[in-house]
């Protein structure tokens, strides 16, 4: 991210047009496979890599061989002479210390002209072999790199491909000077890293965004032939799709309309469903697992968690930056980066001219309106504070930074704001201070900040609290997401109604998180979600949308179908229901009673005095006769109890092989071994 986010900062920056900055992205030849070892150990001992370490790299370079695999056919072995190991976890370290020469030449080289700001020296980027030139007064500075270049690859091995690296000029109006030149010139976009880089930022959206739900469409193409289910369609997306787009979300600071993600739901829903309608809305699916869901990807919450994580770069007080962060915060002199962010005061254009950060700012606030906040953030820094006019006026502020009060939330201590006398004794202020700490103190009444309490933040929290993870990205979008997703109490609520039972919060809870763990077999669990958030069409819910379709049970002909009557109250399925529990209750030598709560949550505090083991299994028995009985949904009588055990053993093999795989066989015996002697004692001869 840091190396694009400085490109950006750098080709829309108004002064590259002035500066006729060049932008050149260089292909190294064969880079990995061109390292001459001669120059790669001489290059470890002056970075001071220890003897040990250099003598280990050279055991693993002493004579290496290798053999090519063509169509199954082995050739012979031969030797190399150069290059970094293929495979090898340690060659695209190798190869960045080797190339870090010629870098740190080009950073050196007064004759070389970068882009400067006010506080950076932009003239290289480097990530791998991938190479970025930011060069001003081209008809200088070129033919220096080029001779640099050149010397640098006699002892090192290093090579430009020439005519695939790319040239694109920013404002620079005497083409003639690069025309000359040795690269390729590209006026209108290069590729870097797998974004397409274009002159215009408004160009970026159809450049990169475009192609990639075009993949999307030929990707479902093809899928949609394939005989996967719901949960399998959810996982192609997951796997496949997900990555590619949160690299454009990471990497490419632009802000996305609505339009955008409801073209991406056409794309993906219709799949979902397999072109027919669909049974339940998209934010149910979305939902974690633990809440109920099936985890497809919300891409919107995806978007602003990935700008979330840029957020909290901004609000870092660190002097030490990256050069794009330097160049973003050197844009909004005098103020503090943090303070533009979280300001409820929006500036002028001309405070802000930087379209990157503009960018950012309207997905800052498309964010809050989404969210419904419009409260003042108690992370908004003190100093340069724009909406805090007397911060701008007096240094005492900056004092304060210096001291520790850098934010708005270190004055509140125990969950309340500080008295002026808390704030002496914490952070040792001045007693000429306190008129300070009035004008801040009206600034919160201004913005009607409680002063007695935290107010409570869901922005605040994704800041803040997963700052440094190594998830970030995942636990802010949970976050994000626990905070967006809907209730489930109306579907309770509904089953309360036609059962006439109450379920308890903590069992219908316990209902939600257990629907993925069912069984290793996904269809299986796709039978729960579905049974659980009602999905399934019963006779009485046909007669409302088709009113010719009777609403009586075909089954007991007595009664209208509702799904609580067709999963448990007619009297045929509950003749079925009384014999499976009775073949339960010999299995695992206890007293079970058919439970409407258990049999639809597969959890009710009815069966609290089981082991874990017996929970598991009565869950796994329940879920495969709901698939039973919804084959049989449309048939006049129910399934038998042969039929139930006979899939029980045929799917035993799959949940043996998930537990051999987790190395736990054990306790696959555990839960299972009752049921095996129950078939020894009553079916095998």
């Given at each position: 991210?840091?190396?694009?986010?400085?490109?950006f900062?750098?080709?829309y920056h108004p002064?590259a047009v002035r500066d006729?900055?060049?932008?050149?992205?260089?292909?190294?030849?064969?880079a990995?496979d061109?390292?001459?070892?001669p120059y790669l150990f001489a290059?470890?001992?002056?970075f001071?890599?220890?003897?040990?370490?250099?003598?280990?790299?050279?055991?693993?370079y002493?004579?290496?061989a290798?053999?090519?695999?063509t169509?199954?056919t082995?050739s012979d072995?031969f030797?190399?002479q150069?290059?970094t190991?293929?495979?090898?976890p340690?060659?695209p370290?190798?190869?960045?210390?080797?190339?870090e020469?010629l870098a740190?030449t080009?950073?050196?080289?007064s004759?070389?002209?970068?882009?400067?700001?006010?506080?950076?020296?932009?003239?290289?980027?480097?990530?791998?072999?991938?190479?970025?030139l930011?060069i001003t007064?081209?008809?200088v500075?070129l033919?220096?790199i080029?001779?640099?270049?050149?010397?640098f690859?006699?002892?090192?091995?290093f090579?430009?491909?020439?005519?695939?690296?790319e040239?694109?000029?920013i404002?620079l109006?005497?083409?003639?000077l690069?025309?000359?030149?040795?690269?390729?010139v590209?006026?209108?976009k290069?590729?870097y890293?797998?974004?397409?880089?274009?002159y215009?930022y408004?160009?970026?959206?159809k450049?990169?965004?475009?192609p990639l739900?075009?993949?999307?469409?030929n990707?479902?193409?093809y899928w949609?032939t394939?005989?996967i289910?719901?949960?399998?369609?959810?996982n192609?997306?997951?796997?496949?799709?997900?990555?590619?787009?949160?690299?454009?979300?990471?990497n490419?600071?632009?802000?996305?309309p609505?339009?955008?993600?409801?073209?991406?739901d056409?794309?993906i829903l219709?799949?979902?469903?397999?072109y027919?309608?669909?049974?339940?809305?998209?934010?149910h699916?979305c939902k974690s697992?633990?809440e109920?869901?099936?985890a497809?990807?919300?891409?919107?919450?995806?978007?602003w968690?990935t700008?979330?994580?840029?957020?909290?770069?901004?609000l870092?007080q660190?002097?030490?930056?990256?050069?794009?962060?330097q160049?973003?915060?050197?844009?909004?002199?005098?103020?503090?980066?943090?303070?533009?962010l979280?300001?409820?005061?929006?500036?002028?254009?001309?405070?802000?001219n930087?379209?990157v950060?503009?960018?950012?700012?309207?997905v800052?606030?498309?964010?809050?309106?989404?969210?419904?906040?419009k409260?003042l953030?108690l992370?908004?820094?003190?100093?340069n504070?724009?909406s805090?006019p007397?911060s701008?006026?007096?240094?005492?502020?900056?004092?304060?930074?210096?001291?520790?009060i850098?934010t708005?939330?270190?004055?509140y201590?125990?969950?309340?704001?500080?008295?002026?006398?808390?704030?002496q004794q914490k952070?040792?202020?001045?007693?000429n201070?306190?008129?300070?700490?009035?004008?801040?103190r009206n600034?919160l009444?201004?913005?009607?900040?409680?002063?007695?309490?935290?107010p409570?933040?869901?922005?605040?929290?994704?800041l803040?609290q997963f700052?440094?993870?190594k998830?970030?990205l995942?636990?802010i979008?949970?976050r994000l997401l626990?905070?967006?997703?809907?209730?489930?109490?109306?579907?309770r609520?509904?089953?309360?109604?036609?059962?006439g039972?109450?379920?308890?919060?903590?069992?219908?809870q316990?209902?939600?998180e257990?629907?993925?763990?069912?069984?290793v077999n996904?269809?299986l669990?796709l039978i729960?979600?579905?049974?659980?958030?009602?999905?399934?069409?019963?006779k009485?819910?046909l007669h409302r949308?088709?009113?010719?379709?009777s609403?009586?049970?075909?089954k007991?002909?007595r009664?209208?179908?509702?799904?609580?009557?067709?999963f448990?109250?007619c009297?045929?399925?509950?003749g079925f229901?009384c014999?499976?529990f009775?073949v339960?209750?010999?299995?695992?030598n206890?007293?079970?009673?058919?439970?409407p709560v258990?049999?639809?949550?597969?959890?009710s505090?009815?069966?609290?005095?089981?082991n874990?083991?017996?929970q598991?299994?009565l869950?796994?028995c329940l879920?495969?006769a709901?698939?039973l009985?919804?084959?049989?949904?449309?048939k006049?009588n129910p399934?038998?109890i042969?039929?139930?055990?006979?899939?029980?053993?045929?799917?035993l093999?799959?949940e043996?092989?998930?537990?051999?795989?987790?190395?736990?066989?054990k306790?696959f015996h555990?839960?299972?071994?009752?049921?095996?002697?129950y078939?020894?004692s009553?079916?095998?001869?």
């Amino acid at each position: 991210m840091h190396n694009i986010r400085r490109l950006f900062n750098i080709i829309y920056h108004p002064k590259a047009v002035r500066d006729n900055l060049v932008v050149i992205s260089l292909d190294a030849e064969k880079a990995f496979d061109r390292v001459e070892w001669p120059y790669l150990f001489a290059v470890l001992e002056k970075f001071d890599m220890g003897d040990e370490f250099i003598t280990w790299i050279k055991i693993l370079y002493s004579s290496p061989a290798a053999r090519v695999l063509t169509n199954k056919t082995i050739s012979d072995s031969f030797s190399l002479q150069r290059g970094t190991r293929q495979g090898c976890p340690l060659s695209p370290l190798l190869f960045a210390l080797s190339v870090e020469p010629l870098a740190e030449t080009i950073r050196s080289n007064s004759c070389i002209h970068g882009f400067s700001t006010s506080n950076t020296i932009n003239k290289i980027s480097l990530y791998a072999d991938d190479i970025l030139l930011y060069i001003t007064q081209p008809q200088v500075s070129l033919p220096v790199i080029l001779k640099t270049i050149t010397t640098f690859g006699k002892f090192s091995g290093f090579k430009v491909n020439l005519e695939k690296s790319e040239l694109m000029p920013i404002g620079l109006k005497d083409l003639s000077l690069i025309h000359s030149s040795p690269f390729k010139v590209s006026k209108e976009k290069i590729v870097y890293l797998g974004i397409v880089v274009t002159y215009k930022y408004s160009l970026l959206f159809k450049s990169n965004f475009n192609p990639l739900l075009s993949k999307l469409q030929n990707c479902i193409h093809y899928w949609r032939t394939l005989p996967i289910s719901l949960m399998g369609r959810i996982n192609a997306i997951k796997m496949i799709f997900l990555p590619q787009i949160l690299y454009l979300f990471r990497n490419i600071p632009i802000l996305l309309p609505k339009s955008f993600f409801k073209r991406l739901d056409s794309i993906i829903l219709p799949f979902l469903w397999n072109y027919k309608s669909h049974r339940i809305k998209k934010v149910h699916l979305c939902k974690s697992k633990h809440e109920g869901g099936l985890a497809l990807p919300d891409f919107r919450l995806y978007y602003w968690a990935t700008h979330l994580q840029v957020f909290a770069l901004w609000l870092e007080q660190s002097a030490v930056a990256p050069d794009w962060l330097q160049i973003e915060r050197d844009y909004c002199h005098p103020y503090d980066l943090g303070a533009v962010l979280l300001s409820p005061v929006i500036l002028d254009q001309a405070a802000v001219n930087n379209i990157v950060i503009k960018s950012q700012l309207r997905v800052w606030r498309q964010m809050r309106e989404y969210l419904k906040i419009k409260s003042l953030s108690l992370l908004i820094p003190i100093a340069n504070n724009p909406s805090f006019p007397p911060s701008r006026l007096d240094t005492t502020f900056t004092q304060w930074k210096e001291l520790g009060i850098c934010t708005i939330k270190d004055l509140y201590l125990d969950g309340a704001l500080a008295s002026f006398m808390q704030l002496q004794q914490k952070y040792n202020l001045p007693k000429n201070n306190f008129f300070r700490f009035l004008q801040i103190r009206n600034y919160l009444r201004t913005y009607k900040v409680s002063l007695d309490e935290v107010p409570p933040s869901v922005i605040d929290d994704c800041l803040i609290q997963f700052r440094g993870n190594k998830c970030q990205l995942s636990l802010i979008y949970g976050r994000l997401l626990a905070v967006t997703s809907p209730s489930t109490k109306l579907i309770r609520e509904e089953w309360e109604r036609e059962i006439g039972v109450g379920i308890s919060e903590e069992v219908w809870q316990s209902g939600l998180e257990d629907i993925d763990k069912q069984s290793v077999n996904t269809r299986l669990c796709l039978i729960q979600f579905k049974v659980l958030h009602r999905l399934h069409f019963s006779k009485k819910k046909l007669h409302r949308i088709f009113p010719n379709i009777s609403p009586i049970c075909d089954k007991c002909k007595r009664e209208d179908a509702d799904l609580a009557h067709s999963f448990i109250f007619c009297h045929k399925i509950q003749g079925f229901w009384c014999e499976l529990f009775k073949v339960l209750s010999d299995i695992l030598n206890v007293n079970l009673a058919p439970d409407p709560v258990l049999i639809i949550l597969g959890h009710s505090n009815y069966i609290c005095s089981l082991n874990s083991a017996q929970q598991k299994f009565l869950t796994y028995c329940l879920i495969t006769a709901k698939k039973l009985l919804l084959l049989f949904w449309k048939k006049v009588n129910p399934p038998t109890i042969k039929l139930w055990l006979e899939e029980l053993i045929s799917t035993l093999h799959l949940e043996r092989t998930r537990y051999l795989l987790k190395g736990n066989i054990k306790q696959f015996h555990k839960i299972w071994d009752p049921f095996f002697c129950y078939l020894k004692s009553n079916y095998i001869p």
